[in-house]
């Protein structure tokens, strides 16, 4: 049994249109994301993001300063949006425009913990930014800890105002409003490391 020239192009045609279809739909899904989301994604490489690495520190209310370091991650890896694709069945992407996470490690006295962060901005295009961290661990040293941090983001600049919470030994939290530490405001700027 043999098949016509023309069947036979007619399949690799087919095959190969649902290659590049898939591909297709790659490239949309990505430039999609790039206008969805442009803190995360751009196709001009010299435009600063919001992902990446940061540094900076903040003094609390006793004085003592904080360290911190971290890392905002991309919503969606170039992996993980191609294995999303080339799944049976490809789910939609409800996730919020303006949330964010990643990773931090904050340092006091010399000892450094790793927390996770997690927040968002105003707008997608917005530069007011808002985040917490929490322990990885889920313990809270004692002291004055960093609790909500809000403030703006510039190209390679984060301009922030940190509330703190103070935290006993045994790890439950204490404000006390006669004390004005509990008031303070700290003002972390941190900047993007390389």
């Known amino acids: 049994m043999t098949y016509s020239t023309k069947l036979k192009i007619f399949i690799i045609g087919l095959i190969a249109l ?12 990505k430039k999609y994301d790039a206008y969805r989301r442009p803190w995360a994604y751009s196709s001009d490489t010299s435009k600063p993001l919001l992902v990446g690495k940061w540094q900076g520190s903040v003094t609390d209310p ?12 991309v919503p969606m890896t ?24 990643g990773m931090a ?16 901005l105003d707008e997608p295009d917005g530069h007011q930014i808002h985040f917490q961290f929490r322990p990885v661990n889920d313990v809270h ?23 703190f919470a103070f935290f006993r030994p045994d790890g439950s939290s204490f404000s006390d ?7 303070k405001i700290g003002k972390l700027k941190m900047s993007r490391m390389n």
């Open 18 to 29: 649902v290659i590049l279809g898939r591909y297709g739909c790659y490239a949309l899904d």
């Open 62 to 73: 006793d004085n003592i300063v904080h360290k911190v370091e971290m890392e905002i991650f």
């Open 78 to 101: 170039d992996e993980e949006r191609k294995s999303r694709l080339f799944q049976k069945r490809i789910k939609r992407d409800r996730s919020s425009r303006t949330f964010f996470d």
């Open 105 to 120: 490690v904050l340092e006091v006295n010399g000892h450094r913990d790793s927390s996770e962060l997690w927040g968002g």
């Open 141 to 163: 040293p004692p002291g004055f800890n960093l609790n909500l941090i809000e403030g703006n983001w510039q190209e390679n600049t984060l301009d922030l105002d940190v509330t």
């Open 177 to 183: 409003s006669a004390d004005p530490r509990h008031d």
